[in-house]
């Protein structure tokens, strides 16, 4: 169908009700020689319209360097939680691929605590979380990062105060499970950031 309306490589959706269960992006024949929707468009999703005027706009960077102001936020070992053997290396490697085009601040271990991803949350453009996601689908306020020294929660995410926060890479488990019984309220993880500012937010399902 997207083929037939001639939909450029980059599309978009907002999906309603029980489409926002669905894996959209996933979607396919899955036949030998024939194309799923993956290899013909870049998908996105947007939980407003409202939110995606806001990722079109401009964002210039307020670093007196011109360089963007990106923080890398990890934690392993939060309590209760199971270790992720890998965080370390992953922000490494972050920091690596973005020397000389950003600003990079490394937080994790017990750095990485409520308090201070808030703040740097507040000043920073970019971010990269990389920790356990929990979600609550009962409450789904109460949805949350894992960090040192408690739970990052959605009602706390919203009630930061962001500079100019442009994009957030979430990589951690089940940041786009929401309400099971509000489907359309789309309130989850990865729609807590783009709520409190950031423009463009990557979650996982």
């Not at 995410?157 to 994009?167: K, Q």
Request: proline share 4%.
């Amino acid at each position: 169908m997207l083929t037939y309306f001639h939909l450029n490589h980059a599309s978009g959706g907002c999906p309603t009700a029980e489409f926002t269960l669905l894996p959209l992006h996933a979607a396919g024949p899955y036949r030998k020689g024939q194309r799923n929707l993956a290899n013909l468009y870049i998908s996105s999703y947007t939980p407003t319209l409202t939110a995606l005027i806001r990722a079109r706009r401009h964002a210039p960077t307020h670093s007196a360097s011109g360089r963007k102001l990106f923080v890398g936020i990890g934690q392993a070992k939060a309590m209760g939680e199971s270790q992720l053997v890998s965080v370390g290396a992953e922000l490494a490697s972050i920091e690596q691929r973005v020397n000389g085009l950003a600003t990079f601040t490394h937080i994790e271990g017990q750095e990485s605590c409520v308090a201070r991803v808030t703040e740097e949350l507040g000043k920073n453009e970019w971010v990269h979380l990389a920790c356990h996601g929990i979600p609550n689908r009962n409450q789904p306020f109460k949805s949350a990062f894992a960090l040192h020294d408690g739970h990052f929660t959605i009602e706390r995410i919203s009630r930061c105060e962001l500079e100019n926060p442009e994009f957030a890479y979430l990589s951690a488990c089940h940041t786009t499970v929401g309400d099971k019984n509000s489907l359309d309220e789309v309130m989850h993880l990865a729609s807590a950031m783009q709520f409190a500012g950031f423009r463009s937010v990557i979650g996982t399902m």
